[in-house]
Each structure stands twice: as structure tokens, then as C-alpha cells.
């Protein structure tokens, strides 16, 4: 399978633990988005990457989070000290994009993502 | 950020009916995505609509981006239960697509 690829599926933790989670994009796609999604709602951008350099972060995006891309490729997402309100759905997506610029054509694909439960 | 609305938030339609969606926003676009989503799955994209007025097909599903590039809508003829899912709206909002809450549809046998 060469889509986008998200692990865990599921995460189970307590208020006050620190989660990471892992996204592994389609080889070839220089440009990589974090999303969150709650129920009844639509994916909310938090950050995206162009290769290894951090480009924007959503206001959603508090001191807690943090977000990384090492050498272009795969990237991790952690959460700090975590809340209840941090439950969701955390998705990654990847695209080819020719420029800094977000083009009209970019087509993103999405990883399945990661379930985030907070006891 | 850009609003988009997506109206209805839920609808339940039998096998065979017709139905359309909307996505709507005070905000001009310079294109607008459509994206399938089906539970505990990422979206799927469908279609990006660029030009105002344009009307594009995928089989059953007729997409259309409003003149002034503020609206798009989703048709679909005879719907079928695979149709069923969360469908989205999203345009570009500074640097990131950024996207409406979706309109959920149960398409029952």
C-alpha cells in the first residue's frame, strides 16, 4: 500500500500523559498537513509542512502540540499534558505541490488517522 | 478564516431518490474541493471545481461551482447505500484547504 500511512489507529491514554503519533507520507510528496476532526465536524487545520521546514500553524495549535518533520519525510505529532478536550480524530495528509504557494489542482490524500481518546 | 456551510447537516434518503447538497459562503474562492468521507476513514477526494459556473461529472455525482465562485452543490442521481458517508466541502483559506462541517447522508436500501 503506497497512500499515507497513520499509526496508531487508536490511543487510549489519561489526562496528563504525552502521546506522540506518527505519519508516514506518499514517498514522493514534499508537502504534509496535520488536521484534527471531532465529531460532527469538519477537519480543522492545525499545521502543515513544505519538506522539513514548519510553514504555518493554526491558533489551535497551543504550546502543548508539536509537530515535526526531520528529514522531509515521515513526521510526528505530540501533545503534551493531555486534556479531555484533545479527544479527536487527528488526520495527516500529503500532496505534490510545485510551490510554497497552495495551488488550485494540489490534491491532498489522507491517511486514515489516528483516534485519540482522553479518560 | 473563511466560512463554508454546508447545509443539510444530515440527510436519509432511500436507494434510488435523487438529492443535492450545498456549500455555501460569503467568501469568493479560487476553487473549491469536494471530499468523501466514510467512518473512521480520511476524506476521499472527489473533485476540485476552479472555474465559476463549471459543472463537472463523476458517474452519478454532478458537482458545480457557483458563478460568483461564493457556492458549489453536489447532485446525485439514484442514489445507491455505497453513497453513504460524510461529504465536505473545502476551499483554500490562507494556506491551508480549510473545510466546512459536512453534510452527512444515509442512503438506505
Known amino acids: 500500500d503506497t497512500g499515507v500511512s497513520q499509526d496508531p489507529r487508536h490511543k487510549i491514554t489519561k489526562r496528563g500523559q504525552n502521546v506522540t503519533f506518527r505519519c508516514d507520507p506518499i514517498s514522493e510528496h514534499n508537502r504534509l498537513y496535520w488536521y484534527r476532526q471531532t465529531l460532527g465536524q469538519g477537519p480543522e487545520f492545525l499545521t502543515y509542512f513544505q519538506n522539513e521546514a514548519q510553514l504555518e500553524k493554526s491558533r489551535l495549535l497551543s504550546d502543548r502540540f508539536s509537530a515535526e518533520r526531520p528529514k522531509g519525510s515521515f513526521s510526528t505529532l505530540e501533545i503534551q499534558r493531555t486534556e479531555q478536550g484533545d479527544s479527536a480524530m487527528y488526520l495527516c495528509a500529503s500532496s505534490l505541490a510545485p510551490t510554497v504557494a497552495f495551488a488550485t489542482n494540489e490534491k491532498l490524500f489522507f491517511g486514515s488517522g489516528t483516534q485519540l481518546s482522553v479518560l | 478564516t473563511q466560512l463554508l456551510e454546508q447545509s443539510p447537516q444530515f440527510l436519509s434518503i432511500q436507494e434510488g431518490e435523487n438529492l443535492t447538497v450545498y456549500c455555501n459562503s460569503s467568501s469568493v474562492f479560487s476553487s473549491l474541493q469536494w471530499y468523501r468521507q466514510e467512518p473512521g476513514e480520511g476524506p476521499v477526494l472527489l473533485v476540485t471545481?476552479?472555474?465559476?459556473?463549471e459543472v463537472k461529472k463523476l458517474k452519478r455525482l454532478t458537482f458545480q461551482f457557483g458563478d460568483a465562485r461564493k457556492d458549489s452543490s453536489l447532485h446525485i442521481t439514484a442514489a445507491q447505500t455505497g453513497d453513504t458517508g460524510l461529504y465536505l466541502c473545502?476551499?483554500?483559506?490562507?494556506?491551508?484547504?480549510?473545510f466546512g462541517k459536512g453534510t452527512s447522508l444515509l442512503v438506505t436500501p
Open positions: 473545502a476551499g483554500l483559506s490562507g494556506y491551508a484547504l480549510n
Open positions: 471545481v476552479v472555474t465559476g459556473g
